[in-house]
């Protein structure tokens, strides 16, 4: 007697390979690749959600591999790891304060995205923002929330870094050279980082790329390890930074917290 093959085993295990290839697919992409109909695609992408396999990003809506918890993870699984942990803090963070969020981890003198709920807030002014963007560390709220709140070796690390290779934005380059000092012993102040009101979001001048956007950003600490940062980003014309900060500021603390203590155990 001939034994059958599970056509729904060998189509799930199909989707896991083609995640496993390209690290992060559209429902279009994985029908492309897999030749599997959407509606079968969506009722498999569920069950392996549901077995925490897969996870789809808040950010694109793409889905991405989750790798197992414990063991030897490369750079990009924990980085997936991290993300997959911090979504839900973030999504529940969304709802609470309305404004979305990002969440944001140093990587080779930048700070750059892996998560954020500013598709699901409808708030994406800036279209080069998706995950892996990285962003400035001199004059957004979370490259200032992180300098200010990591080590004083890997602070000095960075800036070695800078003044050896000044930023390209000028903006950028004249807070290293003149206050960078004054504007982290405010940011440890004040328990949150404040982004630069002449910053557009990019490496060029506000005066040529521009995103509207301001923010506020507090650190994730946990065990004496900075894991990252996490924000909440604003429509600038609105002039809300001191109703955001009365009435947001507990809420992405706590937010902060509680990542950071999942990010520690993982």
Same mark, same amino acid.
């Given at each position: 007697?001939?034994? +059958?093959?599970?056509?729904?085993?060998?189509?799930? =295990?199909?989707?896991?390979?083609?995640?496993?290839?390209?690290?992060?697919? &559209?429902? #279009?992409?994985?029908?492309?690749?897999?030749?599997?109909?959407?509606?079968?695609?969506?009722?498999?992408?569920?069950?392996?959600? #549901?077995? #925490?396999?897969?996870?789809?990003?808040?950010?694109?809506?793409? /889905? /991405?591999?989750?790798?197992?918890?414990?063991?030897?993870? &490369?750079? &990009?699984?924990?980085?997936?790891?991290?993300?997959?942990? $911090?979504?839900?803090?973030?999504?529940?963070?969304?709802?609470?304060?309305?404004?979305?969020?990002?969440?944001?981890?140093?990587?080779?003198?930048?700070?750059?995205?892996?998560?954020?709920?500013?598709?699901?807030?409808?708030?994406?002014?800036? %279209?080069? /923002?998706?995950?892996?963007?990285?962003?400035?560390?001199?004059?957004?709220?979370?490259?200032?929330?992180?300098?200010?709140?990591?080590?004083? $070796?890997?602070?000095?690390?960075?800036? $070695?870094?800078?003044?050896?290779?000044?930023?390209?934005?000028?903006?950028?380059?004249?807070?290293?050279?003149? @206050?960078?000092?004054?504007?982290?012993?405010?940011?440890?102040?004040?328990?949150?980082?404040?982004?630069?009101?002449?910053?557009?979001?990019?490496?060029?001048?506000? @005066?040529?790329?521009?995103?509207?956007?301001? %923010?506020?950003?507090?650190?994730?600490? #946990?065990?004496?390890?900075?894991?990252?940062?996490?924000?909440?980003?604003?429509?600038?014309? /609105?002039?809300?930074?001191? +109703? =955001? =900060?009365?009435?947001?500021?507990?809420?992405?603390?706590?937010?902060?917290?509680?990542?950071?203590?999942?990010?520690?155990? $993982?």
């Amino acid at each position: 007697m001939t034994t +059958k093959t599970i056509r729904a085993l060998e189509r799930g =295990i199909a989707v896991l390979k083609a995640l496993d290839e390209n690290n992060a697919l &559209s429902l #279009q992409q994985l029908h492309n690749r897999t030749g599997i109909a959407k509606a079968t695609l969506l009722r498999i992408l569920l069950t392996l959600e #549901q077995e #925490q396999m897969i996870r789809k990003s808040i950010g694109d809506g793409c /889905y /991405y591999p989750v790798p197992v918890v414990h063991g030897h993870k &490369s750079a &990009s699984d924990r980085h997936a790891l991290y993300a997959s942990l $911090a979504a839900p803090h973030l999504e529940r963070l969304q709802q609470t304060v309305i404004w979305p969020s990002d969440f944001l981890i140093y990587n080779r003198y930048k700070m750059m995205s892996l998560e954020t709920t500013r598709r699901t807030a409808a708030l994406a002014l800036n %279209a080069r /923002y998706k995950i892996g963007f990285r962003v400035d560390m001199f004059l957004s709220a979370p490259g200032r929330a992180y300098l200010a709140f990591c080590s004083d $070796a890997e602070r000095e690390r960075i800036l $070695a870094h800078y003044r050896k290779h000044p930023p390209r934005n000028a903006l950028s380059a004249s807070v290293l050279r003149n @206050s960078i000092d004054d504007v982290l012993a405010a940011t440890r102040a004040q328990g949150y980082a404040v982004r630069d009101p002449l910053f557009g979001g990019d490496e060029e001048d506000i @005066s040529d790329f521009d995103d509207q956007f301001d %923010a506020i950003a507090v650190p994730l600490l #946990q065990g004496g390890q900075i894991f990252g940062c996490i924000n909440i980003v604003w429509v600038r014309k /609105y002039n809300l930074r001191q +109703k =955001i =900060i009365r009435e947001c500021l507990a809420p992405l603390q706590s937010t902060a917290e509680a990542i950071a203590e999942a990010l520690y155990h $993982a």
